[in-house]
């Protein structure tokens, strides 16, 4: 930021622009067909989900709050009925 002359504010809208577009663009890549399986496709996919989640608004790695206990609690522990 020091580096251009931006702003906070500036750099993070700059940044939320990119990931936006980078979605756009992983999104576009899955719904056209290729000759890689889908369920190949889904695991950079998944992983990038579980990243935006847990450092969207914070770093919710190194410093868990309830909202991402509540994430864990709701897919480990909590059952799902199927059928």
Request: glycine share 4%.
């Amino acid at each position: 930021m020091k580096e251009h002359g931006a702003t906070e504010e500036a750099a993070i809208v700059e940044l939320t622009n990119q990931v936006n577009d980078a979605w756009k663009i992983i999104n576009k890549a899955c719904l056209n067909p290729t000759r890689i399986p889908l369920p190949v496709l889904m695991r950079p996919l998944n992983l990038s989900r579980v990243m935006e989640m847990l450092y969207k608004n914070e770093d919710a790695f190194s410093n868990p709050g309830d909202e991402i206990k509540g994430f864990v609690t709701s897919v480990l522990i909590d059952s799902v009925p199927i059928a």
